[in-house]
């Protein structure tokens, strides 16, 4: 899937969100989704600026690019990414970057829950505030 497939599907997939779908809390990822199995790091794409090269930055855009068609073939799309609007600022969750989301939670009115927590994803601790 190139660019511009994976943007129409996100576009055709952010024009059938439910916003009341979306907006019910959901305290925690769910534990069934397509995701399991794979390598957390795809969907926490991360490097440092002043360290980057053109192979790390690809690398990290062909991570997120299959993260992403993962999450939109996913049962659990939905419930994943209400649980990161609601909850995530870093990270794809349910198929959408942190500045997606972003988006999503001025178009629909959802709160980000900022919390201190610290989560367990196969085995690493993230902690964020």
Same mark, same amino acid.
């Given at each position: ?35 399991? =199995?794979?390598?957390?790091?795809? $969907? ?6 002043? +360290?980057?090269? *053109?192979?790390?930055?690809? &690398? ?23 649980? =990161?609007?609601?909850?995530?600022? $870093? ?6 970057? +942190?500045?997606? *989301?972003?988006?999503?939670? &001025? ?23």
């Amino acid at each position: 899937m190139n660019r511009q497939q994976d943007q129409q599907l996100s576009a055709r997939i952010s024009r059938n969100l439910d916003s009341n779908q979306l907006s019910k809390p959901v305290d925690a990822p769910p534990r069934n989704g397509a995701c399991l =199995g794979y390598d957390v790091s795809m $969907w926490f794409p991360y490097f440092e600026k002043e +360290e980057a090269t *053109r192979e790390t930055y690809k &690398r990290s855009q062909e991570n997120s690019a299959r993260a992403k068609r993962i999450c939109f073939s996913c049962h659990a799309q939905m419930e994943c990414l209400a649980y =990161g609007l609601q909850n995530e600022l $870093w990270g794809i969750w349910g198929g959408y970057t +942190e500045r997606e *989301r972003k988006s999503l939670r &001025r178009r629909f009115g959802i709160k980000l829950v900022k919390r201190d927590s610290i989560i367990n994803i196969s085995g690493m601790n993230l902690k964020y505030e």
